[in-house]
């Protein structure tokens, strides 16, 4: 299977400490995504790379939060000086450029925060 | 700016009943819209889209139906399953190339009881 890969799939943190997560996206995609879901809400947009450009971020991606592309394969997301609020599912998705085009999405980072 | 409202949930149905599962959206140009479901465990994944008005999506025995007029896009399946047991999200994208930053709705839980 050559899905969307997130990892870790869990993460447990004390406020304060910074974390970071890991999404591969399908091979030869060239746009990746991230999205945030609290529970019982819909996925939020957080940010969009076209290969290792960051196209566009969220205002909802506050200073405390890094996104890096820097092959245009995999990406990391950052949280520094994590809080409570922090706590959610964290979903990276990536697809080919194009209209037609599908959107996969990975199984998502669920980040608790302590 | 964008926003996406979706029937609560959840919903439990008896297996072969007919569902609807209610989806309006504002939007400030023409969007695209999109039904994504999540089944226990698993990743987002297109269950369905329509890119115009009156464009019908269809997969799965599932159908939408984009209504400008109305600005719906209600989800509708005529003899559901259990396996159609899931959680159901309406979305938009207003990008030039359809897809692209996505805004869902908050989700319907649907349990399909034998």
């Known amino acids: 299977d050559t899905g969307v890969s997130q990892d870790p799939r869990h993460k447990i943190t004390k406020r304060g400490q910074n974390v970071t997560f890991r999404c591969d996206p399908i091979?030869?995609?060239?746009?990746l995504y991230w999205y945030r879901q609290t529970l019982g809400q819909g996925p939020e947009f957080l940010t969009y790379?076209?290969?290792?450009?960051?196209?566009?971020k969220s205002r909802l991606l506050s200073d405390r939060f890094s996104a890096e592309r820097p092959k245009g394969s995999f990406s990391t997301l950052e949280i520094q000086r994590t809080e409570q609020g922090d706590s959610a599912m964290y979903l990276c998705?990536?697809?080919?450029?194009?209209?037609?085009?599908?959107?996969?999405f990975g199984s998502g980072t669920q980040l608790s925060v302590l | 700016g964008n926003s996406v409202t979706q029937m609560e949930g959840p919903v439990t149905l008896s297996e072969e009943a007919f569902l609807t599962i209610n989806c309006t959206y504002t939007?400030?140009?023409?969007?695209?819209l999109f039904w994504y479901v999540q089944y226990p465990g698993e990743g987002l994944q297109l269950l369905l889209k329509?890119?115009?008005?009156?464009d019908k999506g269809s997969n799965k025995g599932f159908e939408a139906t984009y209504r400008k007029e109305t600005t719906s896009f209600h989800l509708e399946k005529g003899s559901v399953q259990v396996s159609d047991s899931a959680v159901y999200f309406c979305?938009?994208?207003?990008?030039?190339?359809?897809?692209?930053?996505?805004?869902f709705g908050t989700g319907t839980r649907l349990t399909i009881i034998p």
């Open positions: 998705a990536s697809r080919r450029t194009g209209p037609n085009e599908k959107l996969f």
């Open positions: 091979s030869e995609h060239n746009r």
């Open positions: 790379f076209q290969n290792e450009a960051q196209l566009e």
């Open positions: 939007a400030t140009g023409y969007p695209s």
């Open positions: 329509a890119t115009k008005a009156d």
């Open positions: 979305a938009l994208s207003e990008a030039w190339f359809g897809n692209e930053k996505l805004t």
